[in-house]
């Protein structure tokens, strides 16, 4: 058990904590670099502390730095947010090694789904769908490598993607789509993973062409218990950034969804793993394909907990604390639908970033809506982080109520004083094939492609 709690993050995650951790009467410590001395999370907190300059790297993702403040201020728990220490087994293990709880899995779980060749091979051994490949690494020398490749393409055919075993983001990754192409693309590869992830090891797939990105939220407790919480569709995105998400993935047969619920709760009951998490595919065919486990909160985690009613955040935390959850299978409940449009400072075209300070600021208000920020009139938009401002969510009854209220939501919602994407969101939201629902995830750069001509 624990009663103080250190928020490890910023922004709009870091103002969600500290409302979860304030609705179970928890105390509150926020870290903040020096660019965010005024931001909200920071004035929400029962206390908080500087932990360094604006750059993240000597800021929130300084390890020494946030243990420091939390054995400062008496902090008993950590809560990493998403992004920054999230996802990092080292940052969990220091954690705990201190005395406190990391409110998340456990290191060990961390590591294993954060390597994709290992979390591949606990997803066979559970039963859970994967994308045809091998469930080995590559052999390091260049010669080796080639020959493995070239003979997992004898069994699953062109064309393949190479991928980084230590990678995520969309980076890392390279389709190939003949053998005289399959050379050159693994040594660059190879190089790509190195720099990028300080992990040279790669793996080969069978490349999709035209797949939705479809998860499964689940949440489990330290007593054998776990549950799913519904489908999300998040392919609407963009150089492998999603941009638009929601709840349940229109369109799928809800049998065969259920079975794939079931067969991530086993696979969570298999590795022992406990809090939330989610488990990510590829939908093409009518067949799912697992490509990675996210062991952490998502962003979207606000349109499950718009049409399931669970608090997500808070069970995390209760979670933490040693509780059994309160909620079965048969009691789980997912109603109507929701939609998430990420509102970002940046500019609508070019998608290049728009720090400044916001002038005005005007939110949607009214049944069904929802918006996670930390922005505010007078804000000033810092160059240093993530350019996501807020959240905007809506429910429907159906998912064309949503979409109409979406569409609503968004001619109402006003930034001045920066450059933001609510005009793409709002052309979208009436873009013919989003409408008609389930986009793939090429959809959004076809359609920039396309007014890019125009």
């Known amino acids: 058990m624990f009663d103080t709690v250190l928020v490890a993050n910023r922004g709009e995650i870091a103002v969600r904590i500290l409302r979860a951790c304030q609705a179970l009467s928890l105390r509150t410590v926020a870290v903040f670099s020096e660019a965010d001395r005024e931001a909200t999370h920071v004035k929400m907190a029962d206390r908080s502390l500087c932990i360094g300059p604006a750059p993240a790297a000597q800021s929130y ?68 769908p994967c994308v045809p490949g091998p469930d080995t690494a590559l052999p390091e020398g260049p010669q080796a490598a080639f020959e493995a490749a070239r003979e997992a393409a004898r069994d699953i055919g062109f064309p393949l993607i190479l991928k980084a075993a230590g990678g995520g983001g969309g980076r890392g990754m390279r389709v190939v789509r003949q053998e005289s192409e399959l050379s050159g693309a693994l040594a660059f590869t190879r190089e790509e993973a190195r720099r990028t992830f300080g992990n040279a090891e790669i793996y080969v797939e069978k490349f999709l062409a035209g797949p939705r990105h479809v998860e499964i939220q689940v949440l489990a407790d330290a007593y054998g218990h776990a549950l799913w919480l519904g489908s999300r569709d998040c392919s609407l995105q963009r150089r492998h950034q999603k941009l638009v998400e929601e709840s349940p ?23 022992g793993y406990h809090g939330v ?131 609503q939501a968004l001619q109402v919602m006003e930034v001045q004083g920066i450059a933001t994407n609510l005009p793409l969101h709002r052309r979208l939201m009436s873009e013919p094939g989003f409408v008609a629902g389930g986009v793939d995830i090429h959809q959004l750069e076809r359609w920039l492609q396309t007014r890019t001509a125009a």
């Open 249 to 271: 993935a229109p369109g799928i047969d809800l049998e065969a969804v259920t079975l794939l619920g079931e067969r991530c709760v086993q696979a969570c009951l298999q590795l």
């Open 277 to 407: 998490g989610t488990f990510e595919f590829l939908y093409e065919d009518g067949h799912f394909h697992f490509i990675e486990m996210n062991t952490r909160l998502q962003v979207e985690h606000t349109v499950t907990e718009m049409t399931s009613g669970v608090d997500l955040v808070q069970q995390q935390i209760r979670v933490a604390r040693g509780e059994a959850l309160n909620l079965r299978q048969t009691e789980v409940r997912c109603d109507g639908h929701a939609i998430e449009c990420r509102i970002n400072a940046e500019d609508s075209l070019t998608f290049r970033p728009s720090p400044g300070t916001i002038t005005h600021w005007q939110l949607p208000v009214g049944p069904g809506i929802r918006v996670d920020t930390h922005a505010h009139a007078g804000c000033r938009v810092s160059p240093h982080y993530d350019s996501l401002l807020a959240k905007l969510v809506v429910h429907g009854a159906t998912r064309s109520e949503a979409l109409q209220r979406m569409q």
């Open 61 to 128: 993702l300084d390890q020494a730095a946030v243990l420091f403040a939390a054995e400062l201020c008496g902090a008993q728990a950590v809560h990493p947010g998403y992004g920054f220490l999230s996802e990092n087994a080292n940052f969990a293990q220091r954690v705990q090694d201190a005395g406190m709880t990391f409110i998340g899995p456990s290191p060990d779980n961390i590591r294993v789904m954060g390597d994709k060749v290992a979390a591949k091979r606990a997803m066979r051994a559970a039963g859970v």
